[in-house]
Every structure is written in C-alpha cells, then in structure tokens.
C-alpha cells in the first residue's frame, strides 16, 4: 500500500490544478477489492476536498470466473466506497463488455485488451469537457454534483453511442440518443441492466466533435417523449456537455452517464448470491481469520438493502413497451 500511494502522491504532485482522481478496479478480488479501497482509503485521509471516482468491474451472472469469495468482496468493497471514500462509481459488467465489442464495435472474440479499450474510451469521455473547448464545458465535479441528487445515489450506469465516422451521416447518433437510448438487452450500456422497469433519475449526454446543438436538443426532447419513465418533480433529467475535439477516426462520439433505479438489479443479485453463503456460513472464516468482524459484514449487508431499497423506490409506473 506505501508504495502504492507514494507513486499516486507523485502523480498528484505534477499536478497544476487537480480536479479528481479516477480508479478502474475489480471488486470481486483481494486486489481490486481490498487493497484498492485501502489504496482510495489513504488517498482520502491525504486529500479530503478532492473529487473520487471510480470505475468498478462488478460479477454478474453470467460471468462463471469469478471465484467463492466474490460476493463477500464485493460486498465489503462496495460498501467502503460508498459510505467514505468514492464520490461517484461507475457499475461495470465484463459480459456487458464484451457484448458491447461483438455487437458495437465488430470484434467477434473481443480480449481484456478489447474490454480495457472500451472503458479507456469513457473515462476519456468523462474528462474531455474539460480538457478541449467545446459549446458546453464542464469538470468531474459538475458532472458528480448534477449525476447524484441524493447522497446515497452515489453510482451510475456507463453507455456508449456507437461513433460515427467519416462516412456515417451524423443523424444516426441523433436517433440513437432519441430512439435507443435505454431499449432493454441494448449493446450500449456496460452494465447488465434492464431500464424497461425503472425510471431514469438523472443523465448526462457528453458529446465529441463537431454537433449541432440544436439537433442534441430535438433529441433529447424526443427521448423525454419516447420514454417518459424520468422523474416527474425533476425537470432537465438529461444534461449536455460538449467538446469540439473528436475520438480518433470518428467525427461525432457520445456517452452517457446514468443514475437510474435500474441499479437496483444487480445489487439485489449480490445481495441473493450473499444471502445463499451467508446461510450456512460458507467462507466466512476466510475473513474472520484475517481480522474482519463478523459485524462488520452484517453491517455491510445491512447498507447494501437500504440502497437496494433506495434504487427501488424508482420503478416505473408503467413498463416501457418497445
């Protein structure tokens, strides 16, 4: 961990004016899990007023690789990050990954290196508003402050827009903010989601290269319409940021972060997968063993059904039918 954080502090150090820190993990391992939230932990102590965010690799239920210490882990990590040490994360599933590379972006036998690609992309996203002019600028913190209205909404879902290059017609993206946007068993999300059932708290669009943005505004305007599943005592759910600077071999690129009750779906999973070891005390003395207080899980249990009842709250009134 010294180590760790000394090479961290030094990346800090070079720093004119730093905004926030990004972190990509895993949750489900010792090492993502456990050394990163004490990695986030250290940070934290050292510097307070700065902004925390994260990238988590969460299990899911298709995805068989992960071993029996997965949920605990996960779990544990999560609460941490949640109750003291992350400002806003980001719910990321490696099968909504690779599903995203086959369908998306044409690979048919995507590699990590495919997968890492993909979130390199959006965490670039996250921060081109403020590093490339553009008609609506913004920093970390203007999108975590406008992201989260609630304090315990702390995480959101990423998505990606397929990009249009060169030879694509810049309608295309227009459409999809308006049409596809949130269509259940999409390609575009990186979390195993489902938003038929859920309404949408708050979204940001971050939008690369040259856009009309009068056409950004149509199409935000039919994706109210076309839903319709947003929060009714909240006005604006979808915010715009811009920049003029494009991806690389694309013209027009756009990203979207989510903070939607349709969260509550892959918590629920975890908190069943954990409910199903927790009966019979499967693995638990790995943790006792190491010093972690049987307490300390049950009170992480007991954090994660309140946030799966927070999410909850927002199920939609009626299904959206596609």
């Known amino acids: 961990i010294d180590e760790a954080f000394d090479g961290l502090r030094k990346l800090v150090e070079q720093c004119d004016c730093l905004d926030a820190v990004q972190m990509l993990h895993g949750v489900s391992g010792g090492t993502g899990g456990g050394v990163g939230a004490q990695l986030f932990a250290r940070f934290k102590q050292e510097y307070p007023s700065t902004l925390t965010l994260t990238q988590s690799i969460c299990p899911d239920p ?3 690789t992960c071993g029996g210490l997965a949920p605990y882990n996960t779990l544990m990590t999560l609460t941490h990050l949640c109750t003291s040490q992350c400002d806003l994360g980001g719910i990321v599933h490696n099968t909504a990954l690779g599903r995203l590379c086959q369908k998306q972006r044409k690979i048919k036998r995507p590699t990590m290196r495919h997968l890492n690609k993909v979130v390199a992309d959006f965490m670039s996203d996250m921060t081109a508003p403020m590093r490339f002019h553009g ?3 913004g920093s970390l913190r203007k999108i975590a402050v406008n992201l989260m209205p609630f304090r315990n909404h702390c995480f959101y879902i990423p998505l990606l ?3 249009i290059g060169p030879k694509s017609k810049p309608t295309d993206i227009y459409n999809w903010l308006g049409t596809s946007l949130f269509e259940p068993n999409g390609y575009s999300t990186l979390a195993t989601v489902d938003f038929a059932e859920w309404k949408i708290i708050q979204a940001i669009a971050i939008w690369r290269g040259e856009v009309d943005m009068c056409s950004v505004d149509a199409a935000v305007a039919k994706s109210y319409k076309r839903y319709g599943n947003f929060l009714e005592w909240w006005t604006g759910n979808i915010s715009s940021l811009h920049c003029h600077m494009a991806h ?5 690129s756009l990203s979207m972060l989510a903070n939607s009750g349709a969260l509550a779906t892959p ?3 975890l908190s069943d997968t954990f409910y199903n070891l927790q009966r019979k005390k499967t693995y638990l003395h790995s943790f006792t063993s190491a010093g972690v207080e049987a307490s300390d899980v049950d009170e992480a249990i007991s954090f994660l059904n309140d946030l799966i009842s927070d ?8 299904v ?3």
């Open 62 to 64: 298709d995805d068989h």
């Open 135 to 137: 008609h609506q600028r």
């Open 161 to 163: 827009a397929p990009p």
């Open 248 to 252: 690389p071999h694309t013209t027009i």
């Open 267 to 269: 918590f629920k999973r």
């Open 311 to 318: 999410y909850g709250m927002h199920r939609a009134n009626d």
């Open 320 to 322: 959206m039918m596609w």
